[in-house]
């Protein structure tokens, strides 16, 4: 095992290293120079960039103060002993997973913004950085500057979290949002590649899996089990039509893409589902580009923090806090590094219970409501509310179900799509309306 | 000055100390023995009750495992070597003041519950924790478990925070939302306090002293300079009515008692207010009891945290996580005690902009909106919006008005009051609608 590495408390200054040097990378070099009395007056240093790693230093940057800083070379970093801190904002799953597995060797505490990375192979991340001793913080990985991983790690500690829901994907948000202004699915994503929200290829955000590997790595925090990306069951809102938007607002609901991770017994469930979202529960008021992500558990009922959920500046701002919290704590332990100590098991799929939306399109016939009712009552689902609209020469009916584990309400929805008088596959999107509630029984 | 206290690292077992074990005081002390695991995962350490500080140790008392931790006698805790914590939760403002005192110069950190200590005391408490150089912590004094104060100070280091929008008192949160529902003043309250929520004499709630107090220590953190209560111009809810309520409806707007505090060049203003919340904004859907607190600033636009701003549980979680900070950092800059390093000063009243809304009650004869148009725009104050309702042989004018210095309002209004037309002193409320944005300019 490597040394503990020390970071002088005398020396003012403090050299730091970036690996990558794009719209993140110069966010954060601007912050550490242009907020340097702040951070000095914190924690009595000064965080100078001195290196940064890219593979075109003659590419034009957006900010680049001392074009001397840019290297190609890894190993300038790694193995300058001077270098106190590295913050990893390059992305992707290798090289970066190989040169932060040797910064660890080298004894430097290294802060990242790589969701991917940590969702598929945190487990390796966090082991390599816990035999070094040295720190891996990664505010910045999920949600941008709402600063969720250090409210569950460090003010919720006494907390046992058992459901974290949110809102996680900004452009998934955006385009529901436009889409209840009246846009179809095609428009609003049209919109958001406009505006800069959506990547050319849309898919990591629209078909859940960016989404997904943040709820990975909040439900690993929060339950203190290593969960990786292919541990979450996904489903973007490609199927998402203006008739979910319209059935919702006609039930007083929103549609949203919403992560849930949820303890079950010794059990988790992880997953991301577009969803109907009644209109009194705070994710509901989640506008536009932005974030939330409500933390239910014990002590705290439960906890909403709501802001930007990307950005180059805001990425940037949880990345210097988390260099700027390297230098006021000392250890290695579940503060600093992730927090996994147990295993638990996968809930098995279908049992996770939830109340359901059910979009169901059928021929307008005598005794077709009675067939269907009979299909969820053989499944033991039963009917919260029901609104029936005419479609051309037919009827779509929106069927708010009680609370039911999602296999039962599958079996029940593949019965229904035999009976003759169905048109189509119906689709079931879970309903969030509930709210946390103290478990500890005592006040 | 003292010398700088040392937690050993290597012992295991850490003896603290509670002043005070009512409900709050038994909650610490209940969490720490369930979650003593949790913790020693997180820090090491195993953080043990070993005196409680009461007036009467034969009291009956909710959670009271060993009753030899009581004490009556203050010095027992303050000369115990042993002991490497105090968590203050015994409230007001002497002998508070002089024990925490006694306890810094004895080289042990506080952890404190006491908004009106700090929010009139504040900067006597900090200076001498510095002095000594100890550690006092307060995150629970302002919203119970909503982890404002730590996001202040730790994640937003490098942003300049610029404004703080709160609903940070339950009670009056709790009433509102009733008078929403229809009950007028007189009822919400004597439902508040039948749940508990307010205190037979409700004034502190009421009048607005205890969101006052919470916003100096939000302001004093958030803009780096000292604000105490007495620089908080504040009003309660007592003469919000029905009337208010059903033009805020008609509006699109909620009535909400917010806190805000400004940065307006070198100057702050802080405040709390009745206000009107559009109902697109955040901080109106915010209901009952709950708090919320948004934080606006350059690099990180808007946050928004909401959660249960009262309980015993949850204040006493947020007592529990700032005794386990204590355990994993060191010194006592800006990131342990307050941030106050600069001085600026209190923006003249009557000078900072809002947008009003105004209800005026007159007799309905001709030419009386004109009257009353001309002494708007004799202070040039104009008018946004305008609704006018029939009451009995006159008339209500509700008018939202854009952006003016208070003062300018004011004065309008007391013009408007001497017109023979007028019934009653115009009331005028604050409008929130606005958001966050970007000032860094920069993406």
Redesign the interface.
């Known amino acids: 095992m490597a040394p503990v590495p020390t970071i002088s408390?005398d020396a003012v200054d403090v050299p730091v290293a970036l690996l990558g040097y794009g719209?993140v990378g110069a966010?954060v070099h601007?912050?550490?120079v242009e907020?340097a009395e702040?951070?000095e007056?914190?924690?009595?240093h000064r965080l100078r960039v001195v290196k940064a790693l890219v593979r075109d230093p003659q590419r034009a940057r957006?900010?680049l103060p001392d074009p001397t800083i840019l290297t190609t070379d890894f190993a300038e970093i790694r193995d300058d002993p001077s270098i106190a801190i590295v913050a990893e904002v390059m992305g992707g799953i290798e090289p970066t997973g190989t040169y932060m597995r040797e910064l660890f060797a080298a004894g430097k505490p290294v802060v990242t913004a790589n969701k991917q990375l940590l969702a598929q192979r945190g487990g390796d991340m966090f082991g390599a950085a816990k035999a070094a001793g040295v720190q891996l913080r990664f505010?910045a990985s999920v949600c941008a500057?709402?600063?969720v991983i250090?409210?569950l790690?460090?003010?919720?500690?006494?907390?046992n979290v058992r459901r974290v829901l949110g809102i996680v994907n900004g452009t998934t948000n955006f385009m529901l949002t436009n889409m209840e202004g009246g846009a179809d699915y095609a428009g609003a994503l049209a919109e958001a590649q406009r505006l800069g929200y959506a990547e050319a290829d849309p898919t990591e955000d629209v078909g859940g899996g960016d989404a997904a590997a943040k709820m990975a790595i909040l439900a690993s925090v929060a339950f203190g089990c290593r969960i990786t990306l292919a541990d979450v069951d996904f489903q973007g809102i490609t199927e998402v039509t203006q008739a979910h938007v319209a059935a919702a607002r006609e039930l007083q609901m929103v549609v949203r893409l919403v992560g849930s991770a949820t303890l079950v017994g010794s059990s988790y469930d992880v997953r991301v589902r577009p969803s109907l979202v009644d209109r009194?529960h705070?994710l509901?008021?989640v506008?536009g580009a932005f974030n939330a992500v409500m933390l239910q558990g014990?002590?705290?009922?439960?906890?909403?923090?709501?802001?930007?959920g990307a950005?180059?500046?805001?990425t940037?701002?949880?990345v210097?806090?988390d260099m700027?919290?390297i230098m006021?704590?000392?250890?290695t332990?579940?503060?600093?590094n992730d927090?996994t100590?147990r295993t638990l098991q996968k809930l098995p799929a279908g049992e996770l219970p939830s109340p359901f939306y059910v979009h169901i399109e059928v021929d307008d016939r005598p005794g077709v409501l009675a067939r269907i009712a009979e299909r969820f009552a053989a499944h033991e689902v039963s009917v919260s509310r029901l609104i029936q609209t005419p479609i051309d020469s037919g009827a779509a009916m929106h069927v708010v179900l009680h609370e039911a584990p999602e296999g039962r309400v599958l079996r029940s929805l593949a019965d229904i799509a035999e009976l003759p008088e169905t048109r189509s596959r119906p689709m079931a999107l879970p309903v969030v309306s509930d709210r946390g509630v103290?478990g500890?029984g005592?006040?």
Do not use: C, Y
Not at 311 to 314: H, K, L, M, N
Not at 328 to 331: E, I, P, S, V, W
Not at 333 to 336: D, I
């Open positions: 408390t719209t966010a601007r912050l550490l907020n702040d951070i007056r914190a924690t009595g957006k900010w505010e500057a709402i600063p250090k409210v790690r460090e003010s919720l500690i006494v907390t009194q705070p509901a008021a506008d014990d002590a705290i009922r439960e906890i909403m923090l709501e802001g930007p950005g180059g500046i805001e940037a701002s949880a210097v806090a700027v919290a006021g704590t000392h250890g332990g579940f503060l600093q927090s100590w103290s500890l005592w006040s």
